[in-house]
Every structure is written in structure tokens, then in C-alpha cells.
């Protein structure tokens, strides 16, 4: 070893100041453009007092397109701003002095607290390979509960905190020092992927676990060593009960938190199994589409806090997620986390062109799941609410899919829904099985590795021939949707044809649009391409009799669209997104499940400008004129007031009211457990939603905190020990011409 460049060790207690930006503290000495390549991480942590005593070795190369500043140059590190630095070792230059800034806010994010600060180390003689080690120590504690919101799944207000309830570590907790970027945003993001290894003392009867590959090379310690490159690294953990499985090359775990009673446990045991039966099989299903499995380790947590966060060899969810029972395996929980090890954990996001990662993981699981299954009709409804919920978005909000994640770009919903069903039309643009294909050359090619929009439409051209230029062009790079109403379907004889007029909105689409034709006793689907409005198109007619009676628009939703309001399938969204809101309330004192209710169909409507509010009670001077326009919140005995029933009776509401409870078609729900949520377009306004909410007991509503969960027109609620979906309608209106006009 150079002499020059022998380790310089600088304690910090007597001679670190608080500075401004890295700017002002830096002086005249010039960034050094480095990026880590290696992490070797060492923590012990205390949960009763909160605290981390740590050291970092890191790794850094200098980037080779960058020059190298002549004279005094600077390397700053950020960490958690409740961390201090003790001391700092340098390899392969020379350290000068050190100098930290004043705490940060996440870019973007004005409304959290500053979270971490910059550790800038004053640095000559750099080689191009250098190592820095940094010791560490402090307090991580976060008010937890400050994050929770009724109803959400996600607290990400919670990033570094450890205790005796639980530890989440997160990168963005900056729980380990991590090196500075100037301009990070124009970085190739393969400059963030290092390699990891993480050492942490064990802790009794508290159970650790990092997003990296377990080692059992240390009976006295933890450790973890990274699969692949990664950007990052989360540990967390709490006090445990564990269950393991061995599928195939992958050994799944299950941590739940520690049952107080053995009655607790075996009912934990049970939740646990059926976690492990469900991810061995998710692995073995997405294997054959995706590709390997990335990890040979995969573990789900029961997390102290609400979250459903996915990271590499793991997934955290909320104890509400863990324990709802069947509902827990619905398309969209553990299936789509599981599938984040390839999109995402394994192949990472250039997020320089947008997050496609949670468009993709949605099809695959939140849509694709219901074909693996062979239910189509599950399928067939998952594509038709993505139309649903993008037709109620409002223009300034319908932006590209592929801006997700960019500053000012799409939204979550927009990302899940639109981006989903723009992947089914890809898969319908090649074909399935070349979809697949491109999926698998993703994971060889990328896993470890970053990629963007562009990688993927490469993957999708190689695999299938087809150019893909126009379709993102359309549907990845442009906003919106097309708006297709079929206007009049002819019939001729003479020539056995049919001649369909198809209109759109303003802006035209090229889109490959289905029509099922109906010859009463069969069916026969085609489809059409059209890129002009109004789009007159010739169907043949097959022989036989008898002959076509009508046609209709893209029954089984494939061509993602936007509805009109009319069209849309009513649900509490539809209610919810009225300008003018009426609220019938029963006479007496309002019940706290339907306070609740009111009070989440309120806020939409203040937050609007225009927005109006009108509270009215079911007594004798409420009036048909009352209810005459608008959306509208029914709730509890208030169903049974003339005006509403009146009201009802001219809707697509089954529901019958009687003085033991209520019936649908029939069927008779008189016990004091059932409860019913409906929504159905108002008859005058059909624009807006009428909604009712009503159980023949307070007991029957213990789900009232959680209705915009459900995505149905009518759904019967009974609750025992738990609350149970019994019943469910949805009510469509279809798009059908009649072979002699429009019906």
C-alpha cells in the first residue's frame, strides 16, 4: 500500500459543524464523482431503547466519464438525520476534514420532516478505487401510528424506526450512509446497483430479516448477502413466530407476530399455511410465465405497521392484510408482492422513463391471475372496471401511463388500471404466448439490472415480428382513451351483410374494436380495426337461421375505453363523484357506522369548488322534489320513508324492504347480522348514483369503514365473528344495436 494513501482516521465528536446546502460547506473544492459498488454493512440493535450502533464499509469508484477535479475535492454521504457519525476511515485518499449539512426533506415530499442530512467528507489525493468507513450510532424512533389511516393499506410515513413491537429500516429511512449525486436524475440508474453484505447481532426472541439472501456462516449473527445487484437494502423484523415450507428450489417462510395464547397461535398456524400453500403455488405458476423464481428464499411478515410492501427475498403486509381471511388471496394482495420479485425487486425501474413495473405486476396478477384460474368472468369484470375507473377520471388527471412515476406525471390508478389493460392489449397485439416469451427474456436479460418502457418494447418486437411503434405511441406516450358508441347496424340481405356505424370522441384512436353479433339461438365475435370517427365497417353474416338480430359493442371489455357516466357501472364511486350531494339520514341519533359512511361521502364533494352539501332527515317533510337530481346517500331506516321508496322504485334496485329486513329476488335477509350496500343511477340524473346503506342491526355494520373497497353495484353483508360478502350484483349497461335500429 501506498504510504500517501495509507487509512486516515478522523474522529468527528470535536470537530463536525453544522453547515447550510453541500454547497456552502464545500468552499472551492470540487465534487469527486464516485458511485458504490460494494456495501458491507454491520448494525446492533437495541429495540426497548430505539437505538443503532453501526458501521459502513463502502466501496466507491470514480466515474470514468467524469474529470477529476484538481486540488481539494468532496464525497458526501446522507444519513438519518437522528444518526451521528463517530468516525470516518478513508482508503486510497487522503482525508482532510469533514463537515455535515443541516437536515433534508425527501425532493417532492414538502409535507414530511427533514429526515436526513449530507456527511461531507473533504478528500485529496483520490485513486480511483477507494473505501470509506463510517461508524455510527443513534436513535431511530417514529410515531407510527401518526401514518395509519382508516381504510389504507400503505403507512409510508414509517421508514426508520426500531422497537420493541417491530424494526422497518428502509433506504429512504437512510438507516446507512449512502453516497451524494449532484444530478442523480440524469444518472444511469445500473450506477446505484451495488453489492451487499449485512451483518446485524441477534436479538432474543426477536427475529430479523433483510430484503437479501440469508447466511447461516454466523451462529452469533445475522447475515445477509445480495442476490443480485441491488440499490438498496431493508431490514426489519419484530417479535416472531415462524413457519417455513420447502417448495422446490425455494424455501418460503412466514412470520407472524407472537401469539400471547396457544388458541391465538394455532389460529396463526393456520393463517401461515395457508400463506405458504399459496406462495408455493403463485411461484410455480409465474415460473412457467416469468421465468426462474429470482431468490431461493422468500418470506412473508406479518409487519407491525399497515403496509404491502414488496422488496427482494420478501414482503411485508399489515396485520389487517394477513388476517382477513380468504380475501387475503384475492388477485392483487399476496400474488402481486410475490410477482415484485421479478418486476421490480429483480428487474428494476429506469426510473427516468417512468415506473412500468406496477403496470406489468398488475396484469400478471391483479387481471391475469382470474385466466390462470380459468374464471373469465372474473377476468371479463377486472377489465371492465378498469374502463370504469378510468372514465371517472377527471382530463387534467388522464395523463400517460408511461409518465408514472415521473414528476408531475400519471397517478397510481392510471399506472394499475390503464396500465394493466394496456399490457392485455399488447398480449392481444402479439399474442399470448409471445407475451410470455418477451416476459421471460426480461428476466434473462435485466434481472440485476434496470430497464425502462423502450427495453420492453424491444422485447415484445423480438419476440412476435410485430412493430410496436404506432401502439405506444397511442397508448404508453399519449393520455387517454377512445370513447366508442355504436350508433345503427344494417342488414342486407342481398349481399349478407351487416354495415355498423362505430363513432368516438374527439381525439380518434386506432384501436382493433370487438363486436359479438346475435343470431338469437348462437354468437359469433369479430373484430374490426378502425382510426376514424364515425367508422362505418361491413360485417359478414354466417348462414343459417335465423338471421342477425342485433350487435353489440365490445361485450367482454378488451378494448380499454371511457364510458359515459350513463354507461358506467354504478357503484359508491359514482355517488362520490356528484357535484351536488344529498344525504338522507334516519330520524333519532345517527348510529357511529353511518356517521362514518356520511363522512366518506362528504369529502369529495367539500373538496370540490362547486361542490354542494344537503343533510336531510326522514321525517314527514321530506319530499320527492328533494331527491329530484344529484347524488345521493341513503341511510339505514331512512329506505323506508315514502319519498325514497317512491324514489327506488324507478331504479335498477332489487331490493324490497320489510319490516323483518330486506329481500333481493326473492331471497329473504331477515336476520339482525345482514346488512346491504347498493348503488344505481339516479332515474332523472342518470349521471349520478344513488346509494344505499342499511343493515337490520348496528351489529350488521362492522365493515362500514371499508364500503369504497368494494367495487360492486350491490353487494349483502352478513357478519358473524367476521364480516362476510354473501351476495353481489352489478348492474351494466351494455352497448346493443338491433339489427333494425338502435335499442
Sequence with gaps: ?????????????????????????????????????????????????????????????????????????????????????????????????????????????????AIHRTHVLHLSDPTDEMRVSLDYHGKLEQDVASGEKAGEIHNFVVSAHTGEEGTYLSPSGHWYPTPVFED?????????????????????????????????????????????????????????????????????????????????????????????????????????????????QYTIIENFFSSGFAFPTMTLFGPVVMHMGDNSFRHGYLDHELVHSWWGCGVEVDTRDGNWCEALTSYCTNYYGFVVEGDETGARKKRRDQSNFLSRVKPEHDKPVGT?????????????????????????????????????????EYMGRHANWDDLKRLFEEASGRNLDAFYAQWVRGAGAPTLTLREAHHDPTTATITATIDQGDTPFTVDVPLRIDYGDRREDIVVSISEAPAIVALPVSP?????????????????????????????????????????????DLLDAYKTVAESFEKPVKKKDDGQLV?????????????????????????????????????????????????????????????????????????????????????????????????NSLLVFETDDRTEVVLRYDFESKQRASILGTD
Design 184 to 296: 442523480e436524475d440524469q444518472i444511469d440508474p445500473d450506477l446505484f446497483l451495488a453489492t451487499w453484505r449485512l451483518e446485524a447481532d441477534r436479538i432474543d426472541d426477536y427475529e430479523l430479516i433483510a430484503s437479501a439472501r440469508r447466511s447461516e456462516e454466523d451462529g452469533e449473527r445475522h447475515v445477509w448477502m445480495s442476490p443480485h445487484p441491488l440499490t438498496g437494502v431493508t431490514l426489519t423484523g419484530g417479535p416472531h413466530d415462524v413457519w417455513t415450507k420447502r417448495s422446490g428450489d425455494v424455501d418460503i417462510r412466514v412470520h407472524m407476530q407472537r401469539a400471547e395464547d396457544a388458541e391465538k397461535r394455532a389460529a396463526n398456524e393456520v393463517i401461515a399455511g395457508n400463506y405458504l400453500d399459496h406462495a408455493a403455488r403463485y411461484i410455480e405458476v409465474y415460473e412457467e410465465l416469468l421465468g426462474p423464481f429470482p431468490y431461493d
Design 1 to 113: 500500500m501506498n504510504e500517501q494513501h495509507r487509512p486516515s482516521d478522523l474522529r468527528l465528536a470535536a470537530m463536525l459543524c453544522v453547515g447550510g446546502a453541500v454547497a456552502a460547506l464545500t468552499g472551492c473544492a470540487q465534487p469527486l464523482h464516485v458511485r458504490a459498488t460494494d456495501y458491507q454493512l454491520s448494525v446492533h440493535l437495541d429495540p426497548a431503547n430505539h437505538t443503532l450502533v453501526g458501521r459502513a464499509d463502502i466501496t466507491l469508484h470514480r466515474l470514468e466519464d467524469r474529470p477529476v477535479p484538481e486540488g481539494e475535492v468532496w464525497v458526501g454521504f446522507d444519513l438519518n438525520r437522528d444518526l451521528e457519525v463517530s468516525a470516518v476511515r478513508v482508503e486510497g485518499a487522503n482525508l482532510v476534514r469533514t463537515r455535515r449539512t443541516k437536515p433534508k426533506r425527501v425532493p417532492g415530499h414538502s409535507d414530511r420532516p
Design 404 to 444: 408514472y412515476g415521473l414528476k408531475d406525471g400519471a397517478g397510481r390508478g392510471i399506472a394499475y388500471s390503464k396500465g394493466a389493460a394496456v399490457f392485455h392489449m399488447i398480449a392481444r397485439e402479439i399474442g399470448q404466448e409471445n407475451f410470455w416469451a418477451a416476459c421471460r427474456a426480461l428476466t434473462r
Design 544 to 588: 343459417g337461421s335465423p338471421g342477425p338480430q342485433a350487435v353489440e359493442l365490445d361485450p367482454d371489455y378488451h378494448v380499454f375505453r371511457k364510458l359515459k357516466r350513463s354507461e358506467i357501472m354504478p357503484t359508491t364511486a359514482t355517488t362520490k363523484s356528484a357535484k351536488k350531494l344529498t344525504i338522507v339520514k334516519p330520524e333519532g
Design 615 to 711: 343533510t336531510l332527515a326522514a321525517d314527514g317533510d321530506l319530499s320527492p322534489e328533494a331527491l329530484a337530481s344529484g347524488g345521493i346517500l341513503i341511510l339505514g331506516d331512512s329506505v323506508r320513508h315514502p319519498a325514497v321508496t317512491a324514489l327506488l322504485a324507478r331504479t335498477a334496485s332489487p331490493v324490497v324492504w320489510t319490516d323483518e329486513g330486506f329481500s333481493i329476488d326473492g331471497q329473504a335477509f331477515n336476520g339482525d347480522n345482514y346488512a346491504v350496500l347498493a348503488t344505481v343511477h339516479h332515474p332523472d340524473t342518470p349521471d349520478d348514483g344513488i346509494t344505499i346503506y342499511a343493515g337490520n342491526s348496528e351489529a350488521a355494520l362492522g365493515n362500514a369503514a371499508i364500503l369504497g373497497f368494494y367495487a
